[in-house]
């Protein structure tokens, strides 16, 4: 795929572009919803990848499969090149080969990104023998510019000037995409892996154990956003309001974005992400995380993504199509159309391994995979409200316990730093015009239990508060002294809350071991205290 001209179709150049730059058609799909008619021209999102919206997670289904379709091919084809004893071995090898995954929020990924994408050398047996060769996963040598020049100083043809770039990285023809580059355009993997590490357990797992508990697609899918107080606009048609309380699937994947490329790395925007071939080890995991959700919640319920249609218009829904890929020469593919993966010829093992049973089995052993920390049982969140037209991303939000003066340079490996927020996906228009809001929540309940805050469920009847009557919320949190929140910039500078559009931050418990748990439902959480700001 990285030898083929980058003009044919099956060139990673060309797959790759597909997700953002350099906003050309793919297979000459120009896409009937090109946003061309309500004088936004200037502002709008040149890629075809759908982020913030009801279907990040199905567009990007098609897109793995087209990727490995292709990848598949070459393998058959390379397979024939060896010699007769070896290639009956290679030809049924290439037809069971797909794409792997690499799962971010395994335990073992505390110990960083595995070595094979870091090592800038492999040895493998090709069809003339055992040869050593530059390794393909590492990163993808551009054969055209990619994106325009920067500022002097930012572009990697500068070095050893090289500064490198807050916005989208310039990468010129003949340039490797590159993760955490210093001022030599070379990737800094140490601070990769001890970023990375962080992220597993105050990130990842938090997240994935939250996500796996959502029955509903919605909240399960996307972003949750609500419109800010006093705005008269009506909610753009495509939004999806009031959503969870909790970490959904694109959520915990845009935080991965985030610490996967660091600052000037392509995986860090959405405009050059997919030229990084972990990328798509990536986005495979993130596919099969929604082949795990739609069996422990979807299985039975053939009309599951009636979801989608319920709460959105005919905008986007589960028929618009998902261009630029084709189902047939003249048709593209659906939300619809790729519900069951075993119909479109794959599978992952953890789906197999748990066919025919109870879906609450594979929940369960879902749940205890990814549990974040000893602590079942009673968690608790900083729910931060965050206005998304504020600051264009990435940029992340940190959430801190008992740590009044934390700042930007407080280091992540605190043990007063919870977790944080990832803003990754582009500014939304529609978001923009009509004041929305996301909602992301982080789970403080390890650090809590690191610091020593007393989590256990509380007797509530002691603590009424006895001239209101009512509940003595402060009881645990008082958020002006135990919750600092902190927005950080990509290049690891500090920006106020009003720049970073945080509007409000609450705390809240949910108790996660109980039967069949919905956090969806109210009454099953405990609201303690709230700031604006
Ligand atoms: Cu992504």
């Not at 023809?173 to 001022?183: L, M, Q, V, W």
Request: glycine share 6%; proline share 7%; charged share 20%.
């Amino acid at each position: 795929m990285y030898d083929r001209p980058y003009k044919d179709v099956r060139s990673f150049y060309q797959v790759a572009g597909i997700h953002g730059l350099p906003y050309e058609p793919y297979d000459r799909v120009i896409g009937v919803h090109e946003y061309n008619s309500s004088g936004w021209v200037k502002d709008r999102w040149g890629g075809y990848c759908h982020h913030g919206d009801s279907i990040f997670i199905t567009w990007h289904r098609p897109f793995m499969l087209l990727f490995e379709s292709i990848l598949v091919n070459e393998a058959k084809k390379i397979a024939l090149q060896y010699n007769v004893d070896e290639k009956e071995k290679y030809v049924e090898a290439a037809k069971q080969l797909r794409h792997p995954y690499w799962d971010w929020a395994d335990e073992k990924a505390i110990e960083g990104v595995p070595e094979i994408f870091l090592i800038p050398e492999i040895e493998i047996n090709t069809p003339n023998g055992r040869k050593k060769v530059k390794n393909p996963l590492k990163s993808y040598t551009l054969p055209v510019d990619l994106s325009h020049p920067l500022e002097k100083g930012h572009n990697p043809w500068d070095k050893p000037h090289f500064i490198v770039p807050t916005s989208v990285p310039f990468t010129p023809a003949g340039y490797p995409t590159i993760r955490y580059p210093n001022d030599k355009y070379e990737d800094q993997n140490d601070i990769l892996n001890a970023s990375l590490s962080v992220y597993v357990s105050t990130v990842f797992r938090p997240g994935l154990y939250q996500m796996f508990h959502l029955s509903e697609y919605l909240p399960f899918s996307t972003i949750g956003t609500e419109q800010s107080e006093g705005t008269s606009v009506p909610p753009p048609p495509s939004v999806f309001f009031e959503s969870a309380h909790f970490a959904s699937i694109e959520t915990t994947h845009d935080a991965f974005h985030l610490v996967s490329g660091g600052l000037g790395g392509h995986l860090s925007h959405a405009t050059t992400a997919a030229f990084d071939p972990l990328f798509f080890f990536h986005h495979v995991n993130v596919d099969r995380l929604f082949a795990l959700w739609q069996e422990v919640w979807v299985s039975q319920n053939i009309d599951a993504l009636g979801t989608y249609t319920e709460e959105m218009n005919a905008t986007i829904d589960e028929n618009t199509d998902l261009t630029p890929f084709r189902k047939t020469k003249t048709e593209i593919w659906k939300s619809s159309d790729i519900r069951d993966i075993e119909k479109l010829g794959y599978t992952y093992p953890q789906v197999t391994m748990f066919k025919g049973q109870d879906p609450k089995n594979l929940q369960a052993y879902l749940l205890k995979l990814y549990k974040p920390d000893p602590y079942y049982g009673l968690r608790f969140f900083a729910k931060l409200t965050i206005k998304e037209s504020k600051l264009v991303g990435p940029y992340s939000v940190r959430v801190f316990v008992n740590l009044k003066n934390a700042t930007a340079q407080t280091p992540i490996t605190s043990p007063h730093f919870a977790g944080l927020v990832a803003m990754w996906h582009n500014i939304n228009h529609f978001h923009a015009i009509n004041n929305i809001c996301v909602m992301e929540t982080v789970d403080i309940t390890a650090a809590m239990k690191q610091l020593g805050i007393r989590i256990e469920i509380h007797n509530y009847t002691q603590e009424v508060n006895n001239v209101t009557d009512l509940l003595n919320s402060t009881t645990i949190f008082d958020i002006e002294n135990n919750i600092t929140i902190v927005p950080v910039l990509l290049n690891g500078k500090g920006i106020s809350l009003n720049e970073a559009g945080v509007n409000k931050v609450e705390v809240i418990s949910f108790e996660h071991d109980k039967v069949n748990p919905n956090f969806l439902e109210e009454n099953t959480g405990q609201y303690y205290d709230a700031k604006n700001f």
